[in-house]
């Protein structure tokens, strides 16, 4: 076994409102900072052993599919690195 960290970035999709990024973008914009868009995201660190890199990975979507994504409204990336 092999130890791994996998970062799970959780966002949600096109097209759903995102109150947080809003209010961050007008604020940002008020600030001077000229933007075409911005997302507000979610990032889990998880630390764990697999058998390979593939492994981490498909365990950490599951995690994702599981709990911290609805499938519904958000969409999710898995990085994984060898600790």
Do not use: W
């Amino acid at each position: 076994m092999t130890a791994y960290t996998a970062t799970v970035t959780v966002r949600l999709k096109h097209g759903v409102l995102d109150p947080e990024a809003e209010t961050t973008q007008q604020a940002l914009e008020r600030l001077g900072f000229d933007l075409e868009d911005l997302r507000s995201a979610d990032r889990f660190e998880v630390d764990l052993e697999a058998e390979s890199a593939e492994s981490a990975r498909e365990r950490a979507s599951e995690m994702a599919e599981r709990l911290l994504a609805n499938p519904t409204i958000h969409d999710y990336d898995v990085e994984v690195d060898e600790r």
